[in-house]
């Protein structure tokens, strides 16, 4: 990697070690459940069994008679302040706590307030619920079904589960393309339900102060600043107006979106410490969090492509059945009810599209989180690449010539999109080439039609994908009406050290290092000499927070922008300090020095030092800058992977023998991170794509909410992956960053998939669902005698 | 109902009284306040409660307090004294074996144990040795080398280099 800055500067390019882990490392952290205050009480909250019932009666009595059981809260409690309700981030609505009805199993019911865990558990048990069960909606196209009940009953004159229908593209265009091209291909996809399962679940601390009438909100948000407005807007009413409400988002043991939404609880937390004013801890344990906090994709697609016997891809067809649970809670900007779906037509080159969607209602818990994706990507991704493959098959083309004949080339951007998208930078064809050349593409392939007369099986998927991050832009993105915008703001000590403090919120991203990076780039100083800040909104400036890939996009080009605002500053001094004019100053990392002259220079600490010393009259003293970047497109970082399996074909066990990752995320700040990133993200891709999905039963039942049969991969079956990248700047960042931390999860899952279907494609399979486990492997085998 | 017991943490012993249901994490993290293991689920799945209960590597949300009465305890606190690293603790850093940083102390207990016996595992065998520890941040790759560094370290041997490999 080319470096501008030493080691110790350690600016963009550097492996520097994460300055945060000291604090992880010695057992230092502050989680939400590590926070401890005095007086301080917890809640536990009692659930529905059942996805869709009436409530008859809730007898708190047996559980008041608890020694430690200081309360019991139901809906019709805080109804009585009209905070039984609350808005979603998609403007939906969504119960606090339910007054009559449940709509999903694990709904909060009530909330037991105790002395300490194990009591607020007791009381927990001992609340008595009586419901009267009613037929729940739990398949999504039956949900349309004129026949199905309506469920949102409480939003006035509302007649069916339909809640919205979104499209984009050239309807009449497309329609006439596929009737008339040579060749179409069609299938059926389910992107399953799945979960993000952090390892940390999620909790507050809601600390009212009456006498003060303030509420500081402990709580493991990924958008602290977001939260903040939203508790003003739900709670304006009874006093908490915003300058009265802080929210701390302190270490967060991972996000991956779902550390997005509002849940009930943290609401229930702020109602409670409100009435009785005390601090109330809530944290859910493992099996409530993935019962009942927000699910990610559960998209159904149909996937069409047409195109030319001879591999010219000429266009895409996509039609979704959005199954979104109880309410629309998704965590997309307003505008795009669907996410970033249009990306789907993905990195080729051709001009027709046509995508739809509709979402519906069934008696599921609500979401629509990320899932480590930019707002449904990965469901694009999958359908994409999956077709392509499907493509390449009907017209028995090597699936990675048809890609390289259909790229987009480097020369073609900034490139638009059929679904309107401009794509910013890419080279696609070098990415694949390096996967390709890494794993030895061609003897493989040989490999493989050898192991195939022997009766092996053995597969290599591609995924070649391009991601579009960095929400956004203000003229499109927004939540809630405000607008994605994030922010920096530096301030240098007289003795050139300097505190930066972000709108972001790192979850183990190590934005305290990447971002002291990226200033030490800019102005020289020592990232070690550089604290970083995010998550308390007393101090930070108002950002929209750590998601979508969004914070290097975002807050990374605020911190280059805040630092050059700084170097202007720097500038003016070195002249009045050198007594020479601007002009004749030139910039090198860490000095301005007089053009010609180089032993005339002042170093950024002489000249910081000077801002509080002996700044030049006129000049306001002091050296600090804040910036708001509005971003002006988005980014789109790109990726080849490739993957090779192996399959026993007796048992069906499925071996992932190699993975290998080529990412472009345009300039790199810290290359350690980043293949950290990597690392972790192709883990999260490898989950959905073979081991996770929450299943329901048709009474809504979950059957598998618990670590015991939610199978997250261990050590074991993560394979050892292999990551390298190309680097195309994106023209319009600051630093030329690109944004990393999904692609590879969104990357991943249909390599997998590619390579699990060309392992048996020679045996009549097209297509198959995530997640492939061994048994559904076993099973096509054994439909075609392979194994008994 | 309360019973007391004795119990040394880190090398400090503590007379505390527990209920006979407290299990040992709770027992660790909020009587004691030390916060540094952590509860990741409620079926002994995720380990990262993982400490050293007479030098073997437990999940301490499956054990109650009572069961460590008498018994030694040792946790990510007692791995060195502040400032200070255990050989496990460089590893992690200067492999880049953390990310959020919520498994970490338990998967650094589980990895002592581990070298303990077997000074010099293959990858192989610390994939294995592991995997009673989830991880959603770092994929394992980096654990996997963070392990090795510190056994070569604990070893005195030359530890392998820490700066990334790209294809
Ligand atoms: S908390 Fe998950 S195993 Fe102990
Ligand atoms: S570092 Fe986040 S769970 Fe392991």
Redesign the pocket.
């Known amino acids: 990697m080319n470096c501008k800055t030493s080691r110790e500067v350690g600016g963009m390019g550097h492996s520097l070690k994460r300055k945060e882990d000291s604090r992880f490392l010695a057992g230092k952290g502050n989680y939400v459940d590590d926070v401890k205050l005095p007086g301080m009480l917890h809640m536990d909250i009692v659930r529905s069994p059942y996805a869709y019932a009436k409530i008859k009666s809730i007898d708190a009595s047996e559980a008041l008679k608890i020694p430690g059981v200081i309360a019991v809260v139901t809906g019709k409690d805080l109804e009585q302040y009209n905070l039984h309700w609350m808005p979603t981030l998609m403007s939906d609505t969504q119960m606090v706590l339910p007054t009559d009805t449940v709509m999903y199993q694990s709904q909060e019911v009530a909330a037991v307030i105790a002395t300490d865990r194990y009591t607020a558990r007791d009381g927990k048990e001992a609340v008595k619920v009586e419901y009267e069960p009613m037929k729940p909606v739990i398949d999504p196209y039956k949900s349309l079904d004129p026949e199905a009940p309506v469920l949102r009953t409480d939003k006035e004159g509302k007649t069916d589960n339909h809640i919205w229908h979104w499209e984009v593209g050239d309807k009449d265009k497309t329609s006439k393309l596929f009737e008339e091209a040579e060749v179409v291909v069609k299938e059926q996809m389910h992107i399953p339900r799945i979960h993000v399962a ?3 679940t999620c909790g507050c601390v809601a600390d009212y102060d009456k006498v003060n009438n303030h509420l500081t909100m402990y709580m493991t948000t990924q958008a602290p600043h977001a939260i903040r407005t939203v508790i003003a807007l739900v709670a304006g009413h009874v006093g908490l107006t915003e300058e009265k409400v802080r929210v701390i988002s302190p270490d967060i ?2 996000g991956f979106g779902g550390k997005v939404p509002v849940y009930p609880g943290y609401v229930i937390a702020i109602a409670v410490s409100f009435l009785v004013g005390k601090p109330i801890k809530w944290v859910e344990d493992r099996s409530e969090n993935l019962q009942a906090d927000s699910f990610a994709r559960d998209y159904h697609i149909t996937a069409e492509m047409a195109g030319t016997k001879d591999g010219k891809i000429l266009g895409t067809r996509f039609k979704i059945l959005a199954d979104h649970g109880y309410t629309d809670a998704s965590a997309n900007p307003s505008k795009f009810p669907t996410g970033l779906f249009s990306i789907g037509t993905g990195s080729y080159d051709y001009d027709t599209a046509f995508m739809e969607a509709d979402a519906v209602y069934t008696n599921k818990p609500p979401g629509g989180v990320a899932y480590r994706c930019s707002f449904r990507v990965t469901e694009a991704v999958h359908a994409i690449e999956r077709i392509t493959d499907r493509f390449a098959l009907e017209i028995g083309k090597d699936p990675a010539d048809l890609r390289m004949q259909n790229f987009i080339k480097k020369d073609q951007f900034p490139w638009k999109s059929p679904t309107g998208w401009e794509y910013d930078s890419g080279d696609y064809h070098a990415g694949l080439q390096k996967a390709m050349d890494t794993l030895g593409y061609w003897d493989l392939r040989k490999e493989q039609e050898e192991k195939r007369k022997r009766g092996e099986l053995m597969g290599i998927g591609i995924s070649t994908f391009t991601e579009i991050v960095g929400a956004g832009p203000s003229k499109d993105f927004d939540i809630l009406g405000i607008k994605m915008f994030d922010s920096a703001e530096i301030r240098v000590h007289p003795t050139g050290k300097a505190i930066a403090r972000f709108g972001t919120k790192s979850q ?1 991203q190590g934005h305290e290092t990447t971002y002291a990076q990226i200033i030490a780039e800019e102005l020289g100083i020592p990232a070690e000499n550089i604290q970083v800040e995010e998550g308390d909104t007393d101090t930070a400036p108002y950002g929209l927070g750590t998601y979508a890939s969004r914070s290097t996009p975002t807050a990374g080009a605020a911190a280059a922008m805040a630092a050059r605002k700084l170097r202007d500053k720097a500038k003016k001094i070195a002249a009045h300090l050198l007594e020479v004019s601007e002009d004749d100053l030139e910039w090198e990392v860490g000095k301005f020095f007089v053009k010609g002259a180089p032993e005339k220079s002042k170093t950024i600490q002489e000249i910081v030092f000077a801002a509080y010393t002996n700044h030049p009259q006129g000049m306001e003293a002091g050296f600090e800058a804040t910036h708001y970047y509005d971003p002006p497109n988005l980014t789109f970082p790109s990726g080849a992977y490739i993957c090779v399996v192996d399959i026993d074909n007796e048992t069906a066990e499925i071996k992932i023998r190699r993975f290998v990752a080529i990412d472009d995320c345009g300039n790199i700040i810290n290359p350690m991170i980043v293949q950290g990133q990597v690392h972790g993200g192709l883990t999260q891709g490898l989950a959905p794509a073979m081991y996770e999905e929450l299943i329901y039963d048709e009474e809504g039942n979950i059957l598998n909410g618990t670590f015991m049969d939610y199978l997250l991969p261990t050590a074991v079956e993560s394979p050892n992956w292999e990551t390298g990248h190309t680097i195309t700047p994106s023209p319009h960042h600051p630093i030329g960053a690109k944004g990393v931390g999904e692609s590879p999860t969104v990357g991943a899952p249909p390599a997998i998939a590619n390579a699990i279907v060309d392992a048996l494609s020679h045996l009549g399979v097209t297509h198959m669902d995530i997640p492939i486990t061994p048994y559904k492997v076993w099973k096509v085998l054994n439909e075609k005698g392979i194994v008994q | 109902m309360k019973k007391q017991i004795t119990i040394t943490i880190n090398g400090e012993q503590h007379a505390v009284e527990v209920e006979p249901r407290t299990l040992l994490v709770h027992l660790i993290r909020e009587q004691l306040s030390m916060t540094g293991t952590h509860i990741g689920c409620d079926t002994s799945s995720c380990g990262a409660c993982t400490i050293l209960l007479d030098g073997k590597s437990i999940k301490s949300c499956t054990v109650l307090a009572i069961q460590a009465d008498g018994k030694s305890v040792q946790t990510v606190e007692g791995l060195a004294a502040p400032g200070e690293m255990h050989p496990i603790q460089e590893g992690f850093k200067e492999c880049h074996g ?7 102390p338990g ?1 650094m207990m589980r990895a002592v144990e581990l070298l303990e016996h077997n000074p010099n595992p293959t990858e192989e065998e610390i994939r294995w040795g592991i995997s009673g520890n ?5 994929g394992y790759n980096n654990i996997v080398r963070a392990i090795q560094y510190a056994g070569a370290k604990m070893q005195g041997k030359e530890t392998p280099s820490t700066e990334p490999t790209f294809v």
Do not use: A, D, V
């Open positions: 952090s390892i940390e043991g991972g183990g | 953390l990310q959020c940083g919520f498994c970490t998967m989830l991880c959603r941040c770092t």
